[in-house]
């Protein structure tokens, strides 16, 4: 298909901008649905018209999701300044060490239970098992052989 011209800058189809940007057609419809990228002009016929500006944008949007921003986030990140680019990457970075913490936590709890079934605290590894506490034991209670 030819490149469309307007002004003194190439403009792109919606094809070319997909394929530049490394993504579907879909995908760039999806965004301009969202709001992320604004709605380009049209040719008479209707074809859409995409200049470098759209290009750029679109390339923002997919790092920004590269580096864990959801769609809303990205959308209040534009148009980019640095200041809220900033703001949101350190923000970003805070959320993350949150959920490391919290994973850390849950793995140090799963080290220690397998460590008491290793040994031998059935009524630990079994009450798990089962997701409530053996009858008649208490926590930390170990089984006992008759």
């Known amino acids: 298909m030819a490149r469309l011209r307007i ?7 919606i094809g070319e901008l997909a394929e530049a940007a490394g993504v579907a057609v879909d995908t760039v419809r999806f965004y ?3 709001g992320l990228l ?3 002009p049209r040719t008479p016929s209707g074809y859409r018209q995409y200049d470098d500006d759209a290009l750029d944008r679109l390339r923002f949007i997919l790092r920004a999701k590269e580096l ?3 769609l809303a986030e990205i959308d209040g990140l ?3 300044r640095s ?3 900033r703001s949101a990457a350190v923000a970003k970075i805070e959320a993350l060490d949150a959920e490391a913490a919290e994973l850390a ?13 290793d040994e031998g605290d059935i009524v630990t590894c ?5 997701g409530a506490r053996p009858r008649g034991g208490s926590p930390g209670s170990r089984a006992v052989a008759s």
């Open 83 to 85: 200041t809220a680019v």
């Open 38 to 40: 604004p709605p380009p």
């Open 105 to 117: 936590r849950v793995r140090a709890r799963l080290e220690l239970l397998v460590a008491r079934c």
């Open 126 to 130: 079994e009450a798990l098992s089962i």
């Open 68 to 70: 864990g921003f959801t």
């Open 7 to 13: 002004l003194d800058g190439v403009t792109r189809t």
């Open 32 to 34: 301009e649905r969202r």
């Open 78 to 80: 534009m148009p980019a």
